[in-house]
């Protein structure tokens, strides 16, 4: 059976050293922050991760979810976790005081994330989902919403889905056909189906409240196949009145649930809406009018923030199923024999040496490593600038456009590295890795969904080279590129030097394919899309080579102190020579094949 045990000192080192917790007592949520509570608080979740989460783990993979009747059971064991989860507060860290929250920041709260997807990614996706709806509910919904629902959501009593797909479209919102009719009273009738939703039913709690986007018709009963009159819904299970009391059962039920390829413990739904009574969350928009293009929908800023914020979640998932991959790995080199080292035998006693003196193997491993903590700091810098720009600080605005920049970012290079450290990890394994009782085969079946779900991966390259790039004027890269320009001339010395060099170089080839880009991607657009995915991997290799350079530095003056854990320092040396020498060469291959632009992907017959 696999295990887990959650990277406390790393987390710890993070928060404390690398984003220097002292110096953010001024930001929203951190007033009340100390390296003590950060220790208490990662500490604790741990402990409940690793006795409660994970032994549910496989277990819950191998029974997987019940449908029955329109009734969906959650595997053996998800019930009374989830009570106790959310008893213990687990599931209300992040959310404000005012819903009963406990207010802590996102880098926490991120934190604590990881370590429940890293111990049962089946499991977390209940209230991590939750946590997205009731935002957005916070920040869109009416104030008896606020008041009644929200709370509710906060405690778990409730929880919370997000409702997009549909049977035949997924990404592109216009060919939509779910459609809400407003009435008298101001309410809305919905009607249609939407597939592959995560929590769609379950049996953890006693209601669900959909989170739902619909076309509104026309005076004529016509909905458009574009966005301009697509809105956000909320849609409880059971109805909810204004003065908080629960009513009857809502026109909404389960068709049916997936069987998937992995996360079999969360149940992913058919829902069916047959006129459910939805409420429209924000401003009401404007009638469309005929020949218009642009969308009048006003509660799609809530949904697409929403978005944003399961798209970073599903990034953590990319670091949480690398992790405990890579742990699980390393458990597992250093029981197996096989072979001598190719320098002479290390234990010359034993019949073979360990799996762990083998170089492949340790690549293998180490790649594993550096990546996992190498993203990890880059979320939690991502997490930190979040919070900056909700701040009075003079670099607020700047903060924001990183933490937009960097979001496709998160989601998608950190999802496509996380199923390579799980690949790589059961690698290690060899054919036991295959081999359903031993659970590395789980990890790559759960790490999988991650490159798929909440925006493909080529979705998000998309967004960031056809949106981010371009958004006021190229602000969002131009602060990025500051950003590390002004690092690496402070830290030019000889010390720092097989850091900053490999950092400089890929930055300059980072500026070289965003300028072709900005040439040859408005001249044609298909180069822009062929280049994306390249693209958005290069700024994810050089922004965590960025990452590791600094964790370098840090780990440099702690050795040269003397001060903390020498093992734990010299670790991220190596790991971040690993990034460099490994990772960092990658930046030239990309740009060449960005340079090849789409001549030939579009001459494919």
Known sequence: MPSYRAPVDDMKFLITEFLELEKQSDLPQFEEMSPDLVDDILTNAAKFAEEVLQPLNQSGDEEGCHFENGVVRTPKGFKDAYKAYCEAGWNSLGAPQAFGGSGLPIVLTMAIAEMGISANQSFSMYPGLTSAAYSALAATGADWMKQHIVPKMVAGEWCGTMCLTEPHCGTDLRLMKTRAVEQPDGTYRLSGTKIFISGGEHDLTDNIVHMVIAKI???????????????????????????????????????????????????????????????????????????????????????????????????????????????????????RRVGHALTGPKEPDQPADLLIVHPDVRRMLLHCKSFVEGARALAMWSMLNMSIARSNRAEAQEAGLLADLMTPVIKAFFTDMGFDAANMAMQVWGGHGYIRDNGMEQFVRDARINQTYEGANGVQAMDLVGRKLGRKGGAAPMALFNAINGWLEANGGDALAPFVKPVRDGLGTLQQSTMWLAQHGLQNPNDAGAAATDYLRLMGIVVVGWMWARMAKLAQENLTKGTGNKAFYEAKLVAAKYWMERMMPECAMLHQRIQAGSETIMAFA
Not at 266 to 289: H, M, Q, Y
């Open 217 to 335: 018709p026309d005076e004529n009963g016509k909905i458009y196949d574009d966005l301009s009159t697509v809105n956000f819904f909320m849609v409880p299970k059971f109805l909810v009145g204004e003065d908080g009391k629960v009513g009857a059962r809502n026109g909404v039920s389960c068709g049916g649930i997936e069987h998937k390829m992995g996360i079999k413990g969360s149940a992913t739904c058919v829902l069916n809406f047959d006129d459910a009574i939805a409420w429209r969350l924000g401003p009401k928009p404007e009638p469309r009018k005929e020949g218009q293009k642009t969308s009048s929908s006003a509660g799609m800023k809530g949904m697409f923030g929403m978005m944003n914020m399961a798209r970073l979640g599903v990034g953590i998932q990319g670091i949480a199923v690398g992790e405990v991959a890579y742990q699980n790995g390393l458990s597992y080199a250093y029981e």
